[in-house]
Each structure stands twice: as structure tokens, then as C-alpha cells.
């Protein structure tokens, strides 16, 4: 049964970095999965320092959508994977929706795209590490689709934590074992 990882933080927390830095300690052969899309000059710009930072050996796959088919791919080969990140591949599964304003289909698609995930890293044998971003703790948003984001994005980083063996939490490029200090009583609930 695979390993799972959950590396948690804000925006330039240093969470990819730590997740980058696990890999490279804990993995013999580590594959990259990478769910940005490029469609502007800053996004470009963000691909091309996480790009430049991890090690030339990585295998990387490019995975916006049906990302689960890329974890099962590369856990045929390696036994560390980095999926690089939770938070894009939600806005990629909401922004490809016809209207976002079915919540609770919104709610069952995220549900089912993230057990896929899930279900398809514990069968590897080797370590999956999700990066996602703490996207709960700001201001509620005044528009439906940024609430609905931020929703779901909560119950997805519930849900990823519930499996993993480890969870970090990355501030300030520091990151602190959340696993480590939860109170045992939790009933583990994701809403």
C-alpha cells in the first residue's frame, strides 16, 4: 500500500520547496506530476523556477486533467511521486464545468476526482506527496465561484489529510508535522 504525503501552506509559504526537498531525501527515482496550465506570462514565470529547482533526473508529467492516470503511470516506474498541486488541479476541474453554481454537484465531481487520487496512490508502492494551499484562512470571498473554490479546496485538503501518513504545514518555509500534534480525538469528519 502506498504512502501518502500532504504538504499544506499560503501562497510562497515554501511548501513546494519542502515537498521538493522530501522527494529528493526519501525518493531513489521521483516523478513530477505538474497540473499548472500555462496561459500567461506569470504563470510561465512560476513553471520556469519550479522547474529550474528540481533535480534534471525527475521524470515530469504534465497533468491538468485525469490527473489519477498519471499518479498509476508513473508508480509503475518510480517509487516517489511529487504531485504539484491540489489547489491548480481543482480550479482546472471547476473552471472546465459548464456553471459552477450546482453545489452539490460541484461538491460530489471534487469528491470523486479526489478518491480517484486517493485510491489510485495507495495502490503504488511507493510514496505520493500532494502539495495543496491553505486557501481557508483570509476573508470570505464576495463572489460565488471564489467561495465555491475555497469550499472545495477544503474538504479536498480534509479528505487528502484523513489518508496521509504525514501531514505538513509550511509557513515562513518552516514546515511543522500537523499529524504529529493532532489532538486524537478528531473524529476525521470533511465539512
Known amino acids: 500500500m502506498g504512502k501518502i504525503v500532504l504538504v499544506t501552506g499560503g501562497a510562497r509559504s515554501g511548501k513546494s520547496r519542502f515537498a521538493e526537498q522530501y522527494a ?24 520556469k523556477l519550479h522547474r529550474e529547482r528540481r533535480p534534471r ?3 515530469t508529467w504534465e497533468a491538468p486533467e ?11 516506474t518510480h517509487d516517489m511521486i511529487l504531485f504539484d498541486c ?11 464545468l459548464e456553471s459552477v453554481r450546482d453545489s452539490a ?15 489510485t496512490a495507495k495502490k503504488q508502492q511507493g510514496t505520493t506527496i500532494f502539495v495543496t494551499n491553505e486557501v481557508g484562512a ?32 509550511v509557513s515562513c518555509g518552516i514546515a511543522v508535522d500537523f499529524k504529529k ?6 473524529d476525521g469528519g470533511s465539512e
Request: with cysteine; proline share 2%; glycine share 6%.
Open 86 to 96: 491540489l489547489t491548480l488541479y481543482i480550479s482546472n476541474l471547476l473552471c472546465a
Open 57 to 59: 533526473d525527475w521524470h
Open 66 to 76: 485525469d490527473a489519477h492516470r498519471a499518479i498509476e503511470a508513473a508508480g509503475e
Open 138 to 169: 483570509g476573508i470570505v470571498p464576495e463572489n460565488h465561484l471564489a467561495r465555491e473554490y475555497r469550499d472545495i479546496t477544503g474538504i479536498a485538503n480534509q479528505l487528502t489529510a484523513r489518508e496521509a501518513t504525514e501531514v505538513y504545514f
Open 105 to 119: 454537484a460541484n461538491y460530489a465531481l471534487i469528491r470523486e476526482k479526489i478518491g480517484l487520487l486517493l485510491e
Open 24 to 47: 529528493a531525501r526519501f525518493g531513489k527515482n521521483v516523478a513530477y506530476i505538474a497540473t499548472a496550465g500555462v496561459y500567461d506570462e506569470e504563470m510561465a514565470f512560476r513553471v
Open 181 to 186: 500534534l493532532a489532538v486524537p480525538w478528531q
